[in-house]
């Protein structure tokens, strides 16, 4: 879609400068009296205009490539024909120039009404001859700049849709990195606490061990024969009970 980001608008601006440049130029070429002055206006005249001429090459052989596939260039076949248009223009305007100071240099030519046919042109001032195309022109370019503000503000208008849904999509996935967050805190204290349990039920085992090593230490053979009965009798009751209950 053609916008002042397109780089056809900033060269063609560039060149613009250029070809105002020049018409500042011409114009004191024209008023000059003097011929030194006169001269050294004449060389800055055609050297701007070839300037000039190789940047409206460079553009057009842009504008070909363009025209090749305008979709993927985001342009239209009336986009394309503005700016061929366009070009053109600057072409017949460098072109005037030129010759009116490559004509005044050959025949020293005074004559005021030819050079205000040829400053009329390289302005490209209104007169009678006007035709009807220029008006169609117009017209057209007014109604390409309103479809393509209209283009600009639907895209404005999509962008700001997808922003909105990527907007969502942040959140979302920001709130399900919270509850995962969550999760693994609590996931981490249970860890801890069955850690915690472990080393004490460790404790008590050692603990236990040692008093039993101790029991069956002082205890005599026959005493240590006699507990193991006991426990054995206990253990026998219990799974009993348990089993009948």
Known sequence: MPSAQDPFYVV?????????????????WEKAA?????????????????????????????????SRDPSCYGIDEVELENRRR?????????????KAVEAGKRSNITN?????????????????????????????????????????MLLIKRQDEELDELTVSIQRIGGVGLT???????QEKIVDELGNEMDSTSNRLDFVQ??????????????????????LALFIFLFILVFFT
Request: hydrophobic fraction near 35%; charged fraction near 30%.
């Open 12 to 28: 063609k601006e560039e060149i613009q400068e250029s070809i105002d440049k020049l018409q500042s130029t011409f114009r004191q």
């Open 34 to 66: 003097d011929a030194g002055e006169r001269s050294n206006l004449s060389k800055e005249v055609l050297t701007s205009c070839e300037s000039i001429d190789w940047q409206v090459d460079e553009l057009d052989k842009a504008i070909s490539v363009a």
């Open 86 to 98: 366009w070009t053109s223009d600057a072409r017949s305007q460098v072109s005037t120039a030129k």
């Open 112 to 152: 005021n009404t030819s050079l205000n046919g040829m400053h009329r042109e390289l302005m490209r001032l209104p007169n009678s001859h006007q035709t009807a195309s220029g008006q169609y022109a117009t017209q057209d370019n007014d109604d390409f700049m309103e479809s393509e503000s209209d283009r600009q």
């Open 180 to 186: 995962i967050h969550e999760e693994l805190l609590a």
């Open 210 to 231: 040692k008093k039993v090593a101790m029991v069956m230490k002082k205890a005599s053979a026959k005493g240590q024969i006699m507990m193991i009965l006991g426990l």
